[in-house]
């Protein structure tokens, strides 16, 4: 008996030497938003999935609109973003397997302190967003088909407004959400960002204040502000796809584990969350 565990031990460790499998390292690709890379998130968790898994997480951050896109090629296991109808399209349409919740935060409107169009603490984002139009105050949009700019887009719309990008106050940049605060910053302009990613910059953004959304989400007032994440794996159909792995990745990312740690990130230094968790398991926990 003593001889044949000795005999699986050692089969145990040569077998994966032999067949050289072990030692091909495990990359997943990432395809995300600007917003989880800018804010810090993404550092601060996925070292433990990258450990967990002995595995390495190649993270492509673009506005959603192009993370759907690598999916939609194959060029990603996994999309991590925040456009929900598009999000249920991808999955519709079999380029997704099936999507998750992660998590949420919200949509802030920013800008200078003097505010021209007279914003400051309007309840409703399509409200400050016809008086910027009426003042004709200049007005940053990100303008590469992201989330944030689908959903600044919905809200022109529901204010009954079509942004005309040849007006001289409206500059569709063609831009992240970090390079978007910097020129709003800098040129005086207004723009839309989500929460988290403001709050992680705006010690580089002196020139700008939070005008509409309030100081927190607890204190916003407009529903449709609300922008929810979620995860998806690529559909292992289209080949190249390491399926097992963004799977893996899926069921860390939502587990209570992990949800706690994105609750937890922000806190200290900012005095609220960044992000909150939303998966099925932190609901159920």
């Known amino acids: 008996m003593k001889r044949l565990l000795l ?12 067949s050289g499998a072990s030692d091909e ?45 690598l999916g939609e090629a194959g060029d990603a296991d996994v999309i991590l973003v925040h456009a929900r109808s598009r999000e249920d399209a991808f999955v519709e349409e079999g380029h997704g397997t099936a999507r998750y919740d ?11 302190a003097d505010d021209p169009a007279g914003v400051a603490g309007m309840a409703l984002a399509s409200d400050a967003l016809t008086a910027i139009a ?20 919905s809200l022109w719309a529901s204010a009954g407004i079509e942004p005309d990008f040849d007006a001289p106050w409206y500059d569709s ?10 020129y709003a910053n800098e040129t005086g302009s207004y723009t839309m960002t989500d929460r988290g990613t403001f709050l992680a910059q705006m010690a580089n953004l002196p020139n700008l204040g939070i005008l509409v959304g309030g100081a927190s989400i607890a204190e916003n007032a407009d529903p449709a502000l609300l922008n929810p994440y979620g995860v998806i794996p690529v559909n292992p159909e289209k080949g190249g796809i390491d399926a097992e792995l963004a799977v893996a990745f899926v069921e860390w990312l939502t587990s209570v584990e992990t949800q706690a740690a994105i609750e937890a990130y922000g806190v200290e230094e900012y005095g609220q ?4 968790p939303d998966s099925q398991a932190w609901r159920d926990r």
């Open 25 to 69: 390292p495990k990359t997943l690709r990432l395809a995300t938003t600007t917003s989880t890379y800018d804010s810090g998130l993404l550092d601060a968790i996925l070292p433990d999935f990258e450990e967990q898994q002995s595995a390495t997480v190649d993270v492509v951050a673009v506005g959603t609109g192009q993370a759907i896109a």
């Open 173 to 182: 940049l063609g831009q992240g959400m970090g390079e978007t605060l910097t």
């Open 7 to 18: 005999l699986a031990l050692v089969l145990a460790l040569i077998t994966p030497a032999c």
């Open 134 to 153: 009426a003042a004709e105050a200049p007005f940053a949009s990100r303008g590469d088909d992201s989330g944030t700019h689908t959903k600044e887009l």
């Open 273 to 276: 969350p960044l992000f909150y």
């Open 102 to 112: 992660v998590m949420y935060n919200d949509f802030v409107i920013v800008g200078p």
